[in-house]
């Protein structure tokens, strides 16, 4: 039963615009939702995260939305750049305190 | 962000040998460890979750005897793979968690290949 689901397995964007990636759950005792940026035989690096009270939060070029009644959330990268190529993984976490990953989306960035 | 650090980074062993990775934090107090795999074009599956001095809680399918994980200090846990068998071969990943926090950071993972 896969909680996490990101629907999109790959996306290719131009460089300069906007990418937005999905992601959808359907337990709705996780109130902790994360993303986390993956190259290639490297472990994941934390991008950025959103608590359940909040329905936006932003830093630099990253922009985590939640709608927490559809719960979906979405990362914005505006503008894109050819470095933002790679895996993307949205995380939920609960009470348990562990993270449920997605299945991740790979994003190509073109010039 | 916080630093964790994982050992070694890649690994060919025998079949039928153990391998033992080992994942520090470097700047902080990982009261809570976490152990991963991912195949292939997959997503991370969380095999246990340790915390200090505690014995690890294994996931549903995951054989704890077959995956030893020791979580001692608060800046050090390894995770045996007992002898190993090539379905074992997979990127092994930790992640680690100070209680203050939130988000967990990970280690660079570790590629195990068993011939």
């Known amino acids: 039963d896969q909680q996490v689901k990101q629907n999109s397995p790959s996306l290719s964007v131009q460089e300069g615009r906007i990418s937005i990636l999905n992601c959808d759950y359907t337990?709705?005792?996780?109130?902790?939702f994360l993303w986390y940026k993956k190259y290639p035989a490297e472990g994941p690096t934390f991008l950025i995260s959103?608590?359940?009270?909040?329905d936006k939060n932003e830093d630099g070029r990253f922009t985590v939305f939640l709608n927490k009644s559809a719960k979906h959330l979405s990362l914005h990268i505006v503008p894109s750049q050819p470095g933002d190529s790679a895996v993307y993984f949205c995380?939920?976490?609960?009470?348990?305190?562990?993270?449920?990953f997605g299945t991740g989306t790979r994003l190509q960035v073109t010039l | 962000g916080a630093v964790v650090s994982q050992h070694p980074s890649w690994v060919i062993c025998k079949s039928g040998t153990s391998v033992k990775i080992e994942c520090r934090s470097l700047?902080?107090?990982?009261?809570?460890m976490f152990w991963y795999r991912q195949f292939p074009k997959q997503s991370l599956m969380l095999m246990a979750t340790?915390?200090?001095?505690?014995?690890?809680?294994?996931e549903q399918g995951v054989e704890k005897d077959k995956f030893l994980i020791n979580h001692a200090s608060l800046t050090l846990s390894t995770l045996t793979v007992t002898s190993a068998h090539p379905e074992d071969s997979s990127f092994y990943i930790c992640?680690?968690?100070?209680?203050?926090?939130?988000?967990?950071?990970f280690g660079q993972g570790t590629r195990l290949t068993v011939v």
């Open positions: 992640s680690a968690r100070d209680r203050r926090w939130t988000e967990a950071f």
């Open positions: 337990n709705s005792m996780f109130d902790y």
């Open positions: 959103i608590s359940s009270i909040k």
């Open positions: 995380a939920a976490s609960g009470t348990a305190s562990k993270l449920t």
């Open positions: 700047d902080f107090q990982a009261t809570t």
């Open positions: 340790s915390n200090e001095g505690s014995k690890a809680t294994y």
